[in-house]
């Protein structure tokens, strides 16, 4: 089984920044390509960011610009680095593989809140 934990939610001020991080278990994280989803209240889950073994990267709209998902494949680590937040970024923040998310398994997650 792979855990995967996500921390670095909080409370932060509208234009304010926040670094999410996911350590994980994985023995073959370097290859997964790995995601950052969120669920705001109310609504669906949706996909934020994702990332490759090689560092390519995708970014939604919503956050393209803002947003930047990275990755220390030794450390098992995966971040997002969240710079100029909105008040419509406030979601339960979850990090995932490619695999597990379609397979609809999910952690934790970490709390993001922006105030306006």
């Known amino acids: 089984q792979v855990q995967l934990v996500e921390s670095g939610g909080g409370l932060v001020q509208s234009g304010g920044s926040l670094r999410l991080s996911c350590t994980a278990s994985?023995?073959?994280?370097?290859?997964?390509?790995m995601g950052w989803y969120r669920q705001a209240p109310g609504k669906q889950r949706e996909l934020v960011a994702t990332?490759?073994?090689?560092?390519?990267?995708n970014y939604a709209d919503s956050v393209k610009g803002r947003f930047t998902i990275s990755r220390d494949n030794a450390k098992k680590t995966l971040y997002l680095q969240m710079n100029s937040l909105k008040p419509e970024d406030t979601a339960v923040y979850y990090c995932?593989?490619?695999?597990?998310?379609?397979?609809?398994?999910w952690g934790q997650g970490t709390q993001v809140t922006v105030s306006s």
């Open positions: 995932n593989d490619k695999r597990r998310a379609d397979l609809g398994t």
């Open positions: 994985s023995t073959i994280f370097r290859i997964l390509i």
């Open positions: 990332i490759t073994g090689d560092d390519n990267t």
